[in-house]
């Protein structure tokens, strides 16, 4: 089974900037597409940005556009959000998740444990 | 893009019963539509994909239905282990959206 495991959050001040991880196992990272999925403390989920099995194609939610840059290591099974120019409404924990196939067609299947990122001075 | 709205936004129900949360979106999504389930503190877990069909594991008293822009989610005998926050999501195109989430509590 999928196992997915973020790491990378903290606290950041305004501006600031921080790089996610996702170490994953259990299939064959190279030959799915992920994604990044976070959610705001007492709010719902929204959806972040994913990546094509081949990291050739990506896609960003319009809030984060310019600023985070979504990228994978095939050779090491991990996905990588970095976050640039921080704001407070980027305070969430996110959430990385396996799609189901190749392509971005964003259907998730398995989602990792989520790791918390704050905004604050 | 496309927005999702589920309601009811919360629900109680005792156990045993059947509870159906619906999804509309606000235009056609074909069957591209997935249910999570969240439970508090945890992260979400895939329930039903292509509207109806059970991901790996998920046991059947859940189910899903739905075409275009009217979607359900159904389980059939709430158990404890239910009670959580339901979501929908269409992954028909970019932006993916989600609902806002139904809330299934104890009654």
């Known amino acids: 089974e999928a196992q997915l495991l973020e790491s990378g959050g903290g606290l950041v001040q305004p501006g600031g900037s921080l790089r996610l991880s996702c170490a994953a196992s259990?299939?064959?990272?190279?030959?799915?597409?992920m994604t990044w999925v976070r959610q705001a403390p007492g709010k719902g989920l929204e959806w972040v940005s994913s990546?094509?099995?081949?990291?050739?194609?990506?896609y960003y939610a319009d809030s984060v556009k310019g600023r985070f840059t979504i990228s994978r290591d095939n050779s090491k099974n991990t996905l990588f959000l970095q976050m640039n120019s921080l704001r407070a409404e980027d305070t969430a924990v996110y959430y990385c998740?396996?799609?189901?196939?190749?392509?971005?067609?964003?259907?998730?299947?398995?989602w990792g444990q989520g790791t918390l990122v704050t905004v604050s001075s | 893009d496309i927005q999702m709205t589920q309601s009811p936004s919360s629900l109680s129900a005792s156990v045993g019963d059947r509870v159906t949360i619906t999804c509309r979106a606000s235009?056609?999504?074909?069957?591209?539509l997935a249910w999570f389930q969240q439970k508090p503190g945890k992260a979400p877990k895939s329930l039903i994909y292509?509207?109806?069909s059970l991901q790996s594991g998920v046991p059947s008293k859940f189910s899903g239905s739905g075409s275009g822009t009217d979607f359900t989610l159904t389980i059939s005998s709430l158990q404890p282990e239910d009670f959580a926050t339901y979501y929908c999501?269409?992954?028909?195109?970019?932006?993916?959206?989600f609902g806002g989430g139904t809330r299934v509590e104890i009654k």
């Open positions: 998740a396996k799609l189901r196939y190749a392509s971005t067609s964003c259907l998730i299947d398995y």
């Open positions: 259990g299939f064959i990272f190279s030959t799915y597409a």
């Open positions: 990546i094509s099995a081949a990291g050739s194609t990506t």
């Open positions: 235009q056609g999504i074909s069957n591209y």
């Open positions: 292509a509207a109806s």
């Open positions: 999501q269409q992954y028909n195109t970019y932006p993916v959206t």
